[in-house]
């Protein structure tokens, strides 16, 4: 399953049995107080292995640098452009394509990657024709965070080291929060972030958007197995068109 | 140690304690039926965390693809071009740059990578000014390998998944190492390999370029250390000059 | 207030007097049989000179070409890559900054543009300070479509040629609207439009996204001046904290 | 007549009746007192519209910003570089090329452009074999301004907001000149322009560079049709050698 | 004078006794049967030779490869993108900036270089203020070769292998031209030749533009001295502005 | 053999019965007193022709310019980026290909070049499939010049204007050296140069590697006619392979 721990002798074989190949895609960031910076790398990695034993896949190992130009001046940040992210992740994908895989999803657990995640399988999808490429960043989210969260989001589209990203890492990685250490912190996050460029600092301290206090297990497992069904789901889906 | 665990309260201070940033680069890669396709990935880790201790650094996520040209249609090869690896690493070198840190610290598992790390740490020196940006595959290993191997180099730079490298797994990470499947294979590698572009199925179709059987923990174990003293020495002797 | 219809012996003068500038940009696009194929650059252009009346900007000549990835294989569609928009809106960008500007506004029409504008719009926070930037597409539609629509929305973000873009134009543009030829074409749009790349032409043969029959004046000047008041809102909100 | 009047349910048919698409291109740049900033965008739209009446061919929408690099620190110039311009053009012609057009003429209102249009031009060339790209920039105008101006030019291929195209737009847009305000403005151009860079503030303040005050409609009509007609021909010569 | 040939360890002082650096650039091209591929290479060298003795100039050696697309299916020639070209014009120039020089003059043999000799004059104009940058394509030749030519031009800007340039090549280098082998051929070039992308075998098997024939040393001779003084000039007219 | 001295109607016929193309290429590169900045041109010129007379090939005009990275900061040193000089080779590289030679040899004078020859090689090993490339820089010289040095090599990898190259000179360009100026000067290289950007000004302010009194004739004969039979040989090699 993991694919760089298999041998060049019988990976030809297996590939011919299993043409699904999962990228965890991350990022080093801050994460407030009581989670790693590395907490998009674990919950993409975990993740990724759980779909990865739903659909028989194999995970490749994770790529563990994303876009974070919002974030990009906190500390313990690291940033790849944009440009950069998605001259990788094609030649990573051109490479699965010659390999023989049909399937390429990268599993995503930073929203940053989104652009970049689209670019490149865009660009994919031009060149290499028989192969589907996926991005998935915790599809059916939304619907399903608001059902369990008790808090009010600060934003739309951002969580952050929250109610809910930190109950991702107590489903997916309790070992690395320490929630002695979580903090509630509700930005007032001005109404042109949506269209003008906004770093964070500018209106937060922590990078935590919300009440990571509230987090539980409970709600990470809720949410993140929603997640997972769906994109179960969408591999289904496809086959089923073949 | 491990960059990523550390979280974004504790890390400014941290990085004022320790200014290196060490980061272990492989690749994905064929190394025949007894070694792992992530072989470079995992000697550059774990080599990563045994420099780091020595230098009190930090070990960042390990970039697990590489510059896989020779290779690259090898069953379970992932190639990275090496414009995009290049970006890719001025990139992070350049946040660890903003982060505060000093020495920008390369440990490469994959001959591959040269020159890619070459050309990035160039670029990081003009951008840069303040940061030491280091580059080693295994410094001094020539020699050292010259004094334990038992059979012949197949090539006066390359070695590959060989008593040589098979030896490096067996002393920082044999249990990814399965000896039974270890081969003999001493390919003719052709005059011209080093003035023309050879793709390796030219002339092995195992990638072994050697006698892996001959592998012990020993040799690994005295040539790594080897190594590593000489990292450890290029960075004192940096601290010495300042 | 037309930039382009001002001459250059007074604009130096101008310019001082009101540093705003506004680019309507749109795209050349498939917009079903009752809306022109530069229906975005009509309602960007349109919107831009309400908005240049309301903040006393000047309105710069339209780019009237956009990202159309979606839907470039439709008749009449014309297909600007990401990276080529974006170079050409920094090149605006750093002349309006080189001129004097100090607020430069995107009105954007095609939702293809999004990551160029804001992609764009990052690269010119880094190279001139002291201009902001803005991208727009119509702020707070969402919440005010939904109070207006009577059928739901085919899929969460995007809306094409629709009730609701059709009542834009009616608003706006009503001259190049041929309501006769509007029709209902409600495609069953797949979920994983949203995990994979999935040109238009999959599930729709009309690129109308609804019921183009049932758009009025009336939901268009509602959700259009909504959206108005909330970009005058922004530009109003950064005078306050100059 | 107008591409983006046309709705994507008629236009597939209709360029299969003319394969003809005419885009005008011209600039925002300083034109002196008495024409306006898009004096290079009114005369490629207005000559555009003229030919296509004549060869029976689509206006797109005008590309209204263009290299100005010489002029660009003058009030009100907004400037492209080459590669951005060059990149963006061969992506409409692409798309056009994809389109089923046959023939893609850049009509050109702005000196500057030139190398751009040259060099998309040749790009096309290699990538959409079947389309003949035109660029032209008033063909055969040197030989009729001649005839009819009353002041030597100020030099040899510039010409700029003088009798001549200040003519030309009392004939196309007459609607946007003032003659009150015209000048007489003969500079001084340094015989070094033609050898090294220049930007026109080291020899004219105003950029006009002759007599604007003999600018006549019929000098403009009379060039005019002279370059209209040079256009025609070459698309008739065209056609009979097809 | 040739730079060269110079040492490492006198050429600082000499820089500083003479900060004029001249580049001979030419191409090698297709110049019928008479005269070599590398006549630009050898025109633009000499030339150079003499600007240099004049001026008290160092002549670099001479970059031998140019643009050349028009050419570039004929026998023997090699054409290198423009793009290419300006990177690798631009890196001279900032080398040559670095090591003090104050005027960079580009002396060209071949007309389609052009658009990179004036592209990468402008990127250095940007990049090294303090240093001027001229390209020189036989200034002042129009009319000189008018007075001489007993042949009229094919092309009012084209000439190649012909009465005229075969004069240069008696003049500067006759022990490389074939008089024997000179030919008479008067292509007729197409009016669109100005207006669409048109290689020259589309209107001539010789490359030759003209009547070979009609050379003297004598034409080359008068036409080249013209052009050196005209270069000259430029040179003092710019030591009397500072 | 050299062919831009050959002529248009010729070539062609004359490719047909030798498709063997070698470039000289070297680069302007401080040398220390006694030998000039062109040395390694002249050295790649000359060897050039060597090879050219033994497999009967034609001598392409020398690029003359290299990657100076190391001695950029030298007197008289011009650097050019790999970038470019990786793009420029490989347009060399696609017309050779174009005009039909089959083998593409580039003779390097520079050690500095290495990186960029052997990427352009494998950019051409994709697009130009039927044609060899081969990039030489004296093969087999480091045993050959362990035979006959009267002092230690400076460096495993570098020499420079040392016993050693200044021999090559006395063999292949003696009108070039001024051996009274010859000097010794043997820099003490930190052992971090090859794990960290080291400009040479670091370590030696003469730019010599070595003592280059004791070059002489003999020496260079003797090592620079064992690199060239190995040239040869490959040449041949491949030959037979065919």
Redesign the interface.
Known sequence: M???????????EK?DHSKIAILPIGA?E?????????TD?LLAERLSEKLAERVNGFV??????GQ??SL??????????????I??L???G???Y??GFTTFAMVNGHLGNG?AL??S??AL?ETCPDM?????FY?GMNKAAAEVRETQSSHNTYFHACEIETSYMLYLAPE?V?MD?AITDIPDI???A????TPWEEFTA??VLGDAKLATEEKGKYIVNIALENMV??FN??SEQE
């Not at 801050?30 to 590395?38: D, F, K, M, R, S």
């Not at 490749?60 to 640098?65: A, D, E, H, N, S």
């Open positions: 993991q694919f760089q721990n298999e041998n060049s002798f019988d990976i030809k590939i080093v801050a994460h407030g107080p009581h989670l790693p910076l590395g790398n490749l190992p994770t790529l563990p640098y974070v130009w990009r001046n906190f500390p313990g940040s690291i940033h790849i452009r944009n440009d950069s992210l001259r990788f094609v030649d990573i051109k490479s699965l010659h390999q652009t689209k670019e399988a865009r999808y589907r490429v996926l991005y998935f599809p690395y320490d250490k001005p109404a042109d949506d269209v003008t460029p922590s990078a789901h969408f889906s496809n």
